[in-house]
């Protein structure tokens, strides 16, 4: 069996200076990779912001309820949430979708720290090949 992958996407963009909140918002998303690729229809990006208002609100969101005030069907709506998750931007708990951390300051401080732990074990794995080469003099 595979082990479980998150990925992690991290983008170095400039930030638009003097922006609303719209286009920051989408420069978050284009720094965090989402809605990139197939997603024309930034659907990745739509549900975020969906949960982004749900949050504002204090609540999360069923499926059904996203796919509903986005008119978007259900199976798609499913789809980007499971990507959503795997890259750990967003969480299920009993039916309903949450982002990540209850703020986006919050998700990125979430996100940098998954980051780090990636980075240290990577770096622990590293050693060891050196190790195994005769390389950690």
Do not use: C
């Not at 963009?13 to 989402?34: H, M, Q, Y």
């Not at 204090?58 to 005030?69: H, L, N, P, T």
């Not at 069907?73 to 998750?85: P, T, W």
């Amino acid at each position: 069996m595979a082990p479980i992958a998150k990925q992690i996407t991290f983008r170095q963009i400039e930030r638009p200076r003097g922006r609303g909140a719209e286009e920051n918002l989408e420069w978050l998303f284009n720094s965090l990779g989402i809605g990139e690729g197939r997603d024309v229809d930034q659907v990745a990006r739509r549900i975020l912001a969906a949960l982004l208002y749900y949050q504002s609100v204090g609540e999360g969101a069923s499926v059904e309820k996203i796919s509903r005030d986005l008119n978007i069907s259900s199976s798609r709506v499913n789809h980007h949430i499971r990507n959503l998750v795997n890259a750990g931007v967003v969480y299920r708990h009993k039916k309903r979708i949450y982002l990540r951390g209850h703020s986006l300051q919050s998700l990125v401080k979430e996100l940098r720290k998954d980051a780090l732990r990636v980075i240290e074990d990577i770096e622990a794995a590293a050693a060891e090949i050196d190790r195994s080469f005769g390389l950690d003099k």
